[in-house]
């Protein structure tokens, strides 16, 4: 008995070492039968998408079954809620797909990874593509296989119908990793304090109506910036480095079961014009979720052509392009290795009718009524601290969008970038609205390399561009029909914890004695950062620092980061790089020695094989003006921001299919 028992137990404790830890199989199926969309999943009525059943037989490793032989004849159903099961030909009245066969491989924890000892698992599947619900109320769609040895139920939600429109555009403006903390450091900065009371506010703080989501991926805590725009865009949860889709475990990084995005909704609904701005480069998460189906956020080159074409090789909702498209990322408009297969996608984007920028002055003379495209440097751009600040250090970079080998100088940043947007997406879209998502994708890139100035400038950047946007709404005559929404992807684990002194901790020797320079609670005295240095222009204007350089700094960190060196000073010859491989070994950071020279170490909490700091955890804010702000108070997940933005365009149609198509 005792004996029989700890087999059980040992089992037990195998089976949950395995089971949704650091490695998994595939994340959304714990048994052996995998539905894509997985169990809890929410649908706006009418959404199109692909649902792919993959049956596992893994051939070794803990989970063995069938001796590695996949059931092919597996049965898949679904019922409405109270309704009699259905098969799914009859159900969606499609054709039966085709099975597909392959093979995958995972390591089951981190000992089996150092052995290089891999699990392979068999797998039988069928994808049924480009289906929809349009009754709202809960489905269960059911998976059997091995002669009902292997039942896997899913359960899902498709909220209720959406058909009115109550606001006429939508603006959503993510600060990319941006959290309250970050927030409330951004205020410290470039808002005067009068005993204790701020005689000036952020635009944000005057928004009406806050709210948080939960960013947590589908199948870990911890997200990514690609998974979680594609929540905020699709309503959909899905896995890290994934867009667009639920990952399947095939090798191919396109054929993943797709749910339709808000741009591709909004143009098959209203015919509504649309458009992305940020200050990264084009081909990266946030502006590229939006166009993106895709298993892999790094297939740079096939997601740009994806952007402007659709996706190209499935039968699926076309987004028609955007309307209004500017960052960077010149690599992949310019023809060559990192091109989708080599073409030059200026003169595709030209060929289609756009209008193509590669600067500042370019973009301002660019047509208002013409679709446009402005690509203004290669990578992403140059943050506004060295555009406004430190400009000299934009002369150093080889850059320049033409690909010449030289420096891009004549940068728009993001509200010149935003404000051209609105002018072209008022006009294109007429009557008929429109939607712009604008990233202010630096905060997130700064604070990956701990550089909290740049960070921090990128954040009030974006608040500048927001109240400009407000501004330039009103002189239109649009404001009112304008859901403002100012949000995150997902944050990082920064704060200030007090003050610096600069001066005295450069004057002591060690790094223990450095220390003594941080002045916490009542020693951490008033910002510095808001008062003038005669003499000295930062050419910064109104709502940022008067001084990004005082003696008293703020003193900061993260929760994640690797070895680094603090001084806590802002960094004039352009961003921080925290830590460097030792020797030849690329994958062992340590304190850069050329970083903070005068500062103290501060050990790292990540692998050794990070050169930055990670996402956390943190819940982030969401900020609400206009049309269905009151929808947006409260604590939800980030697919919520999705069905909310959704309800407000009447995007949720279920079977009036008589919407949109008299418009
Ligand atoms: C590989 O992992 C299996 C268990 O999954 C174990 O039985 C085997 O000993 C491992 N082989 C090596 C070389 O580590
Ligand atoms: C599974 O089999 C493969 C060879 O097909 C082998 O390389 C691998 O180490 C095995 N894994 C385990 C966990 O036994
Ligand atoms: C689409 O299909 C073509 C032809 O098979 C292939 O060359 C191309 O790589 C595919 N593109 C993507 C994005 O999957
Ligand atoms: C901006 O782009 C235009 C059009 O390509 C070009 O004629 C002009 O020289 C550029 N200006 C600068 C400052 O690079
Ligand atoms: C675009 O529209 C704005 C008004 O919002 C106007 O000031 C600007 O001159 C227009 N640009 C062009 C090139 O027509
Ligand atoms: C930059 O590159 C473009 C196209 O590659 C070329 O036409 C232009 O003359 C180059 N400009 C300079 C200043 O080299
Ligand atoms: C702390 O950081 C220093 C500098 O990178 C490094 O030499 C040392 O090994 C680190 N200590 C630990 C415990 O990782
Ligand atoms: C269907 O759409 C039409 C046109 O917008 C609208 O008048 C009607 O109320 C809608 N019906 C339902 C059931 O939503
Ligand atoms: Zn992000």
């Known amino acids: 008995m005792l004996s029989k028992l700890s087999t059980l137990a040992i089992l037990a404790g195998a089976f949950s070492a395995v089971s949704a830890q650091t490695f998994q199989r595939l994340g959304t199926c714990p048994d052996l039968g995998c539905i894509l969309p997985p169990d809890q999943q929410d649908f706006l009525p009418g959404q199109q998408f692909d649902i792919r059943f993959e049956v596992h037989a893994p051939k070794n490793g803990s989970e063995t079954y069938n001796s590695g032989v996949p059931d092919e004849k597996f049965t898949v159903t679904i019922a409405k809620e109270g309704g009699a099961a259905k098969s799914l030909t009859s159900f969606f009245n499609t054709a039966e797909p085709a099975l597909e066969k392959w093979t995958f491989s995972w390591y089951e924890d981190l000992f089996a990874q150092d052995a290089k000892n ?72 470039s808002h005067k304090m009068v005993n204790g009371k701020y005689q000036s506010l952020l635009q944000l703080d005057k928004f009406p109506v806050i709210g948080h989501q939960m960013s947590h991926s589908i199948d870990s805590f911890i997200t990514d910036s690609a998974n979680s725009a594609s929540a905020l865009y699709s309503g959909h949860k899905s896995t890290v480095n994934a867009m667009g889709v639920y990952a399947d475990s095939s090798p191919d990084l396109f054929d993943d079961p797709k749910v339709e995005t808000i741009v591709e909704l909004l143009k098959r609904i209203w015919g509504s014009a649309w458009g992305a701005v940020s200050t990264a480069f084009l081909a990266d998460a946030t502006p590229i979720a939006l166009t993106a189906h895709t298993r892999s956020r790094y297939a740079y080159g096939p997601l740009i052509d994806q952007a402007l074409h659709g996706v190209t090789n499935y039968s699926w909702t076309n987004h028609g392009g955007p309307d209004a498209y500017f960052g960077g990322g010149a690599e992949q408009f310019l023809p060559g290795a990192t091109s989708y297969q080599g073409k030059d996608y200026y003169a595709a984007f030209a060929k289609a009718g756009y209008t193509v920028s590669l600067n500042k002055t370019s973009l301002a003379q660019a047509s208002n ?295």
Not at 420 to 440: C, N, P, T, W, Y
Not at 562 to 590: F, I, L, M, W
Request: glycine share 10%; proline share 4%; aromatic share 8%.
């Open 369 to 663: 009524s013409s679709r446009a495209l402005g690509v203004f440097c290669k990578s992403n751009l140059p943050v506004w601290l060295d555009r406004n600040v430190f400009p000299e250090n934009l002369k150093s970079n080889t850059n320049d969008p033409a690909g010449n080998k030289s420096a891009a100088t004549d940068l728009p940043g993001l509200k010149e970038m935003t404000l051209k947007a609105i002018d072209v997406l008022h006009q294109r879209g007429g009557d008929k609205g429109f939607f712009l998502m604008s990233e202010a994708a630096s905060i997130d890139k700064q604070m990956h390399v701990l550089d909290y100035d740049r960070a921090l400038g990128d954040l009030l950047e974006l608040d500048d561009a927001v109240q400009a946007t407000i501004a330039k709404l009103k002189a239109l005559g649009e404001l009112e029909n304008t859901l403002i929404i100012v949000t995150a992807d997902h944050g990082h684990g920064f704060d200030v914890f007090g003050n610096a002194d600069t001066k005295y901790m450069a004057a002591q020797a060690t790094d223990r004695k450095k220390r003594a320079a941080v002045g916490t609670y009542a020693n951490s005295g008033l910002s510095e950062y808001t008062i003038e240095v005669p003499g000295v222009s930062y050419g910064t204007g109104a709502n940022f620092p008067m001084n990004w350089d005082p003696r008293y700094v703020i003193a900061a960190g993260m929760g994640a980061n690797p070895d680094h060196r603090e001084n806590y000073r802002v960094k004039k010859d352009g961003p921080r790089t925290p830590a460097t491989a030792s020797g030849g070994a690329s994958d062992d950071y340590y304190v850069n020695p050329a970083d903070n020279r005068d500062g103290f170490v501060v050990n790292g909490t990540i692998p050794t094989s990070e050169s930055q700091g990670v996402h956390s955890l943190t819940d982030v804010p969401v900020y609400a003006l206009g049309p269905c702000q009151g929808e947006f108070g409260g604590t939800y997940s980030n697919i919520d921001v999705f069905y909310k933005i959704a309800e407000c365009l009447g995007l949720g149609h279920g079977t009036n299919k008589t919407v949109g198509c008299s418009k």
């Open 118 to 189: 891999a699990s392979v698992v068999n797998v039988a599947s069928k994808i049924y593509r480009r289906v929809a619900l349009y009754e709202p109320g809960n489905y269960v769609v059911t998976l059997s296989a091995y002669n009902g040895a292997k039942v896997t139920k899913a359960t899902w939600t498709v909220r209720p119908l959406a058909a009115a429109k109550k606001a006429k555009n939508v603006i959503l403006f993510i600060g990319d990793g941006m959290t309250t903390n970050m927030i409330t450091a951004a205020r410290l900065l």
